[in-house]
């Protein structure tokens, strides 16, 4: 069950840096249609917290809340892809849909909180000066070998990683 107040409820808590930047960020915009903020806020991503709010359980949700990324205390992975992608990879997204699935990046160690930060603005890999070091956490090697076509007269050091690659396609259909 959802809770009364929605954000509200959740800022009694949690009402740190990283959730003043999520309102700061499009998931926070309620101008953004189809935003969390404009459905149930924390709630659209982590699940309804009503009982986790209660003061009966003391903040110890039962079933427990979405945590996203890695290690005892994280969600399964499966259960953190499928709130992303009930969003991002819905048809109404039109030509910002994801197609995350199938992609090469679709691997058992890699969800979509290895590499997008959504309690920051910007998001670290959708900033093109931050995107290489993120993408560098895993991608060390291609970086520091990958062509830098001068003799194309490209400004390689002006260009995002995600300028040329589309981490999102499936792998079918890279080139």
Do not use: W
Request: net charge negative; proline share 6%.
């Amino acid at each position: 069950i959802y809770t009364k107040d929605g954000t509200e409820s959740c800022l009694v808590c949690h009402s740190g840096e990283k959730m003043r930047a999520i309102a700061e960020s499009p998931h926070g915009d309620p101008d953004v249609a189809g935003s969390p903020a404009t459905v149930h806020g924390c709630e659209s991503c982590h699940g309804p917290g009503s009982i986790h709010v209660s003061r009966a359980h003391g903040g110890r949700g039962f079933p427990p809340l979405t945590q996203f990324g890695r290690g005892k205390d994280a969600s399964p992975r499966e259960e953190q892809l499928r709130s992303c992608l009930d969003c991002h990879a819905s048809e109404s997204m039109g030509e910002k849909q994801i197609t995350f699935v199938g992609s090469a990046h679709d691997r058992r160690t890699i969800n979509c909180s290895t590499c997008h930060t959504a309690h920051a603005d910007p998001d670290p890999i959708k900033d093109q000066k931050t995107q290489a070091t993120t993408c560098s956490r895993c991608h060390r090697r291609h970086l520091e070998n990958h062509p830098r076509f001068e003799d194309k007269s490209i400004d390689f050091d002006a260009l995002s990683c995600s300028t040329c690659h589309d981490v999102h396609v499936p792998a079918q259909l890279e080139e």
